[in-house]
């Protein structure tokens, strides 16, 4: 029982900037990692960037290096996604990730998924 709540998909021109923001909650023992992934009109779903909520290592799409951030805050349970320099090849359904375990004395959890959030880059 996890939720993940996007929120700062919007419109915007080329060269522009947004941040995307997802809150976790629900029954959340830990968060292992959180992520961002973006399905555009007739593509398949693509990692954008995702990041572990401990060690905070980050693992970045070819596309997007350089130009996107992605952060985390493990006291709120929250990831976020600068992004900067938008292209309008970058136009796509947002969608939050996160591997979560439930209960301190189990493993019970998995991956869950936000609603998406739209971003379309464009004049």
């Known amino acids: 029982q996890v939720q993940l709540v996007e929120s700062g998909g919007d419109l915007v021109q080329p060269g522009g900037s947004l941040r995307l923001s997802c809150a976790a909650s629900g029954r959340i023992y830990r968060i292992n990692a959180m992520g961002w992934f973006r399905q555009a009109p007739g593509q398949q779903r693509e990692l954008v960037a995702s990041i572990t909520m401990g060690p905070g290592a980050t693992n970045y799409a070819d596309s997007v290096k350089g130009r996107f951030t992605i952060s985390r805050d493990n006291a709120k349970n929250t990831v976020s996604l600068q992004m900067d320099s938008l292209k309008p090849e970058d136009t796509a359904v947002y969608y939050c990730?996160?591997?979560?375990?439930?209960?301190?004395?189990?493993?019970?959890?998995?991956?869950?998924w936000g609603q998406g959030t739209q971003v379309t880059v464009s004049l």
């Open positions: 990730y996160c591997n979560a375990r439930e209960f301190a004395w189990s493993g019970a959890g998995g991956d869950y």
